[in-house]
């Protein structure tokens, strides 16, 4: 018996253009990754001023940050958003000595994780959170992403 293919209907919007921005086929293949199940998604690369007024809107935290996730649905479809801003990725990916290809590909990974149900609130679900990131980002070619 072989095993059905997850079903993906995924959406990029730029609403910030940046140079070292991913392009939809790479969002596509590093989303898929780590895909659990059928997931209608969209991801959205944002400014500064639109990730700080969202991460205060929705999270009460005045600063841009890097990924938030929006869950919407999880069953029967994961259904949710993705917002990246831009310059904090590119930021910290230069401060991580990091590239800011492997950066996005972390945080999408993070994100869709996110998504399906993953959590980092207590170190249990840290570590177990963390070890399918690291497994997903080797698959993808990667390092750990939290390697020191």
């Known amino acids: ?24 086929a790479q969002i596509r293949v590093w989303t898929v990754a780590a895909l659990e199940g ?3 998604v969209t991801v959205r690369l944002v400014d500064a001023e639109e990730g ?12 841009a940050t890097n990924v938030l996730s929006f869950v919407y649905q999880q ?19 230069a401060e991580q000595g990091k590239s800011v290809e492997a950066h996005y590909a972390h945080l999408v990974v993070h994100g869709m994780l996110h998504l399906q149900g993953y959590d980092h609130e207590h170190e249990h679900e840290a570590l177990a959170m963390e070890a399918v990131e690291t497994h997903i ?12």
């Open 1 to 24: 018996m072989t095993a059905r293919r997850q079903k993906l209907i995924l959406a990029v919007q730029y609403a910030y253009k940046h140079a070292d921005q991913p392009t939809r």
């Open 52 to 63: 700080r007024e969202l991460n205060h809107d929705y999270r009460s935290k005045d600063y």
């Open 75 to 93: 069953e029967p479809t994961c259904q949710g958003d993705l917002v990246l801003c831009a310059p904090v990725v590119s930021r910290e990916a």
């Open 38 to 40: 059928d997931a209608e």
């Open 137 to 148: 980002m080797r698959k993808l070619g990667y390092t750990d992403p939290y390697a020191v």
